[in-house]
Structure formats: structure tokens, C-alpha cells
């Protein structure tokens, strides 16, 4: 017996240093860690031990015995990958990072942000330094995309939002929810109050079609569907037209998928997560019986990872369709395939795409229609959004890649409601520099740069650090990286000593924002949402608007 892991895997990497026998790749080290889709365990060297299973913080290690019907080809996924990479474990030493000298006093670090890559930054500081830490967020809430961003049929992803509760729990890390630097509190007074302000603000907008009739009613960015249907307070008022029969979503990640999931899957099953009761409601009343995602490439370059692919395929009520004139590959991609040294995640994107074109879908079901080499040319409709007119592609190299380029074979696709899926884009953020065209506060290794110099005492982790690519647990090693060189600054004495302390900040704040949610605030929130859920049996019932949440952090 081993154990697997699977579909959950958020990469952040907690089980690699548990496993006494060091069988779990990649690690953080090793140069495919940056894009690996997922962790995996060695079968062939697995103890059966467990002990990564108590590690991971959003439960997705399982004995090879326990699995599910819709888990039990992980088994296969982790022993391929080291048929691939043949373990060379590494029993080196741990080293334990050096604390800053007890001299120097109590660090002080103020965490704009409080998602997933705040949290792991804070978690960093916390088990390194003799620190206290202020986090602070517009919302009066914490978690970031974890709360506002992970579907609602995900709620084991979810859960790494424990392990941050769990370290959290110590009065020197302080939350400062429905506070916004720049209005409530400016760069300068954080300065002025910390020795560091780390910036982990994510990445809040999304990229645009540049397409006639984007701007039509019934088209609108996967961003704000999402936000809607986890009841994001900023979103929460919005409304999606669902009484047509098909929706189209453009690009073909895992958000993508996230949303034809969410629009397919029988409410019933959704009436069992903690998704938005307003999302619910309009659910139930949907005429949606088709979502078609179009990726402008082909499907050995789809951005989907192979674990979220797969679980389409256990979706109630739910076929996968594709043509099987869909995978037809280009000489390139196919060589890339017929490689016998090609990654096992690959092999398993096209072959999955195989098995569901090989299926007879059923006309009682929904169905995701999977289009590849399809780029969107034009949003048509007379006063609102009636078909989706795109372009064919054809893949061509271009320095070393392949990318997409149109071609004159087109077509035009009926859809009441269009969902542009193609990436976030990161925001300025007062008083900092910002590249404009990567969408970043410039920095190196997480210090940020103006004009070619450190920022002294500033620093960014997350999205607004290298961009929207990863997931959550992708943030821990990015985290880590920035609290280094923050704690080596500290060390060297490059950080200038803050004017005031904790006291004064909360006098300051208090005079700034009164209705400031505190420790206290989100767990009187976060327990009236839970005691909401269990009479349905839910999770949880969100609050979704600034006032519900206020007056539950006041009860």
C-alpha cells in the first residue's frame, strides 16, 4: 500500500519535508517545481506512513486503498511521473533558517492583503523572527481568492484556509479587515508604524478581448462571474442573463473550467457547497443546457491542468464533448507527443481529450464542448450579446514556440452569454512603481525597485510579485523568497526603526476607520455563517453584502 495525491494538490509544498523517506517530487529546488501541475509520491518507495497526510492542508493525500471511484487513476498519475523522473532522494540535513538576533528587538511587519500569499508570508515571519505582524485588507474578511476565487465545489481546496486560522492564532499576528491603505491609511504612515510593509495584494482585474461588441450586454469577464457566485461583496449586486441555452467561455484554464462546472452542475449538487444563495437562486432558474470553452491553441497547449480535465468526467448530469476532428495535431505538437521523453501530465491532457471524444454524449444531460484553435474576432447582437464570431487557427513557431495565428476559415456561434476566462492582470498600487506592460510592482526576489534602487523597507509576494500564474500554493515559495530578503534587511540593519508601535497604530485606526473588523469581527462573521449552514447542511452561508458582514463582525 502507498499513498497518492490527488486532484486537491495546491503545490504549497507542506508534505515534501514531513516524508521520512523523501519520496515526494518535485520539491521546491528542483527546476520543474515551477510548472509541475501537481506533487506526486513514489509508489515503490512510499513507508505508508501517513505522515504527509496529516501535512497537507487541504486533504488531498489518500491511501491507495481509500480511493474514490473518481480518485483511483491518481494512482496511475503518481507512478508515471517517476517512471519519468526516477527518484534520487536527497537525505541531506534540514537547515534551519537563522533567526535574527535577539538584540535587534521585535520586527515589525505590516501584510497588505490578506489571501493566500499574505497568509503565507505572515506564516513565514511568524516561524522565523521574533515578529508582530499587521494584516490589513479592504474586506471585512480574510483569505482572499481562497473565500472569493476557489468554486464552490471545491471546498477541500478550500480548506487551506485552516492551516492559516491554526498558525494565526497568536495575539502577534493582528487582522485589520475593511481597511484600505491608500484611503484609511497611507504607504507613508505604514512606514512610519513598521519596520516593513509587504504588498500581496494580488492581481484584481482581467484582460480584455479587444474585440467589436465586447461591451454588449451578456458579455462579461470570468472575474466578476466568479466574484458573483461566491458572493464577493463588490459583486454581489450583479445579475447574468441565463435564460438562453448555451454560453460560451473564452480561454480554457482552470477558471474556465471552474465556470462551465458551475453553470452545468445540478443546483442540488451546488445547494450542497457554500456558494452564494443569490448565485443559487439564479442557478435554479437557468435555461443553460450547453458550455462551450474555445482556447485560441491546440489541446496539447490548453492551459487546464490534467487533475481539473479528469474531474469533468465525474460531473452528475454532465457529459464532455469534443470532436475528434478537434485533436488533429500540427507536426510540431504531434513530435512533441511521439517524444518518448514527453511529460507523463501531457501525454495524459490529450489522452484524456481521446476518451471524451470517444464517448456518445447523452441529449438528456448538460454538456462543456471543448473547441481548440478558436480565437474570438467579434461579439454580435443587436442590443445585447446573440453569437460569438471567431477565427480558426493554425499553430506556427515563433521563436521557439508555438503560437496561434488566424486563419480565413471562420464561424459564428449563438450564445446569450459570453465569459471572457483569459488571465488577471495586477493593478497600480498607490505610491509604488508599476510596469504598466507585465502588470507588476517591479522588484528582485521580492524587494521592490524605483528607478533602479531597493524601496527601503518595501517588498511584494504573490501575483503583484511575478505575475497570475500558479496556484495557491505556488505563493509559499514565492513567500519565502520575499520574507528572506525582508529578514536579511532587517539583520543588516537596513530597515529604518518604526516611529510608533502597535498602540499607536490602533489609536490611529480607530479614529480612521470605525468600523474596523478585528480578530473578534471575523470570527463572530465567520461563526454566524457556519451556524447558517447546518441546517441545510451547507458549509456555510455567506454573507455577501459590506453591511450584513459589519453587522455580523458587531454581533
Same mark, same amino acid.
Given at each position: ?7 486537491r ?18 520539491t ?7 510548472? @509541475?501541475e501537481?506533487l ?20 488531498a493525500?489518500?491511501?491507495?486503498d481509500d480511493? @474514490? /471511484?473518481s ?7 503518481n ?32 501584510? =497588505?492583503?490578506?489571501g ?12 522565523? /523572527? +521574533? ?10 474578511t ?11 465545489d471545491h ?19 493582528q ?13 507613508d ?7 516593513a ?17 465586447? +461591451? ?16 464577493h461583496?463588490?459583486?454581489?449586486d450583479?445579475?447574468?442573463?441565463l435564460?438562453g ?7 480554457n484554464g ?14 442540488? #449538487?451546488?445547494?450542497?457547497t ?14 443553460i443546457?450547453?458550455? =462551450?470553452?474555445?482556447g485560441?491553441r491546440?489541446?496539447l ?39 518518448p521523453?514527453v ?30 484553435? /478558436?480565437?474570438? @474576432? ?12 471567431f ?5 506556427? /513557431? ?21 465569459l ?10 498607490a ?39 500558479? =496556484? ?10 520575499? =520574507?528572506?530578503?525582508?529578514l +536579511? ?6 530597515? @529604518?526603526?518604526?516611529q ?30 457556519r ?10 452561508v455567506?454573507?455577501?453584502?459590506r453591511?450584513?458582514?459589519? #453587522?455580523?463582525?458587531r454581533g
Amino acid at each position: 500500500m502507498a499513498y497518492v495525491i490527488t486532484q486537491r494538490c495546491c503545490n504549497d509544498a507542506s508534505c515534501v519535508p514531513e516524508c521520512p523517506v523523501d519520496c515526494i517530487r518535485p520539491t521546491p529546488e528542483q527546476p520543474e517545481f515551477a510548472t @509541475t501541475e501537481q506533487l506526486y509520491i513514489d509508489p515503490d518507495t512510499c513507508i505508508d506512513c501517513g505522515a504527509c497526510v496529516d501535512a497537507c492542508p487541504v486533504e488531498a493525500i489518500f491511501s491507495e486503498d481509500d480511493l @474514490t /471511484a473518481s480518485l483511483a487513476r491518481f494512482r496511475d498519475i503518481n507512478a508515471a511521473y517517476f517512471e519519468r523522473h526516477p527518484l534520487e532522494s536527497n537525505f541531506d540535513p534540514l537547515v534551519t533558517p537563522a533567526r535574527p538576533p535577539k538584540e535587534l528587538g521585535t520586527l515589525r511587519v505590516a501584510i =497588505v492583503g490578506a489571501g493566500p500569499a499574505a497568509c503565507y508570508a505572515a506564516e513565514e515571519l511568524l516561524r522565523r /523572527a +521574533d515578529v508582530e505582524v499587521e494584516m490589513f485588507d479592504r474586506l471585512p474578511t480574510p483569505w482572499g481568492l481562497v473565500r472569493a476565487g476557489v468554486a464552490p465545489d471545491h471546498s477541500g481546496t478550500k480548506a487551506v484556509s485552516g492551516m492559516f486560522e491554526s498558525a494565526f492564532r497568536r495575539e502577534t499576528l493582528q487582522y485589520h479587515l475593511n481597511v484600505e491603505v491608500g484611503s484609511h491609511i497611507s504607504h507613508d504612515e505604514l512606514l512610519a508604524h513598521h519596520h516593513a510593509v509587504i504588498y500581496a495584494v494580488g492581481a484584481s482585474s482581467d484582460r480584455s478581448l479587444d474585440v467589436p461588441g465586447e +461591451d454588449l450586454p451578456g458579455s462579461h469577464s470570468a472575474t466578476e462571474f466568479v466574484a458573483w457566485y461566491n458572493g464577493h461583496p463588490d459583486k454581489s449586486d450583479r445579475s447574468f442573463d441565463l435564460s438562453g441555452e448555451r454560453a460560451v467561455v473564452v480561454g480554457n484554464g482552470n477558471v474556465a473550467l471552474d465556470v462551465a462546472r458551475v453553470l452545468t452542475l445540478p443546483p442540488d #449538487e451546488l445547494a450542497k457547497t457554500d456558494i452564494a444563495d443569490h448565485a443559487l437562486d439564479a442557478l435554479r432558474q437557468s435555461n443553460i443546457r450547453e458550455v =462551450v470553452v474555445l482556447g485560441r491553441r491546440g489541446p496539447l497547449q490548453a492551459a487546464y491542468t490534467s487533475p481539473e480535465f479528469l474531474a469533468l468526467a465525474h460531473l452528475p448530469g454532465v457529459d464532455v464533448v469534443i470532436d475528434e476532428a478537434e485533436l488533429e495535431l500540427d507536426p510540431e505538437s504531434q513530435a512533441q507527443l511521439d517524444d518518448p521523453d514527453v511529460e507523463p501530465s501531457l501525454r495524459l491532457k490529450y489522452q484524456l481529450a481521446q476518451e471524451y471524444a470517444a464517448q456518445t454524449p447523452d441529449p438528456a444531460k448538460r454538456r462543456i464542448v471543448f473547441r481548440y484553435l /478558436a480565437s474570438p @474576432t467579434a461579439l454580435t447582437g443587436a442590443d445585447r450579446v446573440e453569437a460569438v464570431e471567431f477565427a480558426h487557427n493554425e499553430l506556427v /513557431a515563433e521563436d521557439g514556440k508555438l503560437a496561434a495565428r488566424a486563419t480565413d476559415r471562420t464561424e459564428t456561434l449563438p450564445a446569450s452569454l459570453v465569459l471572457r476566462s483569459i488571465g488577471y492582470r495586477g493593478q497600480p498600487v498607490a505610491d509604488l512603481p508599476f510596469d504598466d506592460r507585465a502588470a507588476v510592482v517591479p522588484n528582485e526576489h521580492g524587494r521592490v525597485i524605483a528607478d533602479g534602487s531597493h524601496l527601503p523597507g518595501v517588498y511584494v509576494s504573490g501575483w503583484i510579485k511575478r505575475g497570475p500564474r500558479g =496556484v495557491i500554493g505556488s505563493n509559499r515559495v514565492d513567500a519565502t523568497e520575499t =520574507v528572506e530578503q525582508l529578514l +536579511d534587511d532587517f539583520t543588516s540593519g537596513k530597515l @529604518t526603526v518604526p516611529q510608533g508601535d502597535r498602540a499607536a497604530l490602533k489609536a490611529l485606526l480607530a479614529q480612521r476607520q470605525p468600523d474596523l473588523v478585528d480578530r473578534e469581527g471575523w470570527k463572530a462573521i465567520d461563526a454566524a455563517e457556519r451556524n447558517a449552514g447546518k441546517s441545510g447542511g451547507r458549509p456555510r452561508v455567506k454573507f455577501t453584502t459590506r453591511e450584513d458582514l459589519l #453587522e455580523a463582525a458587531r454581533g
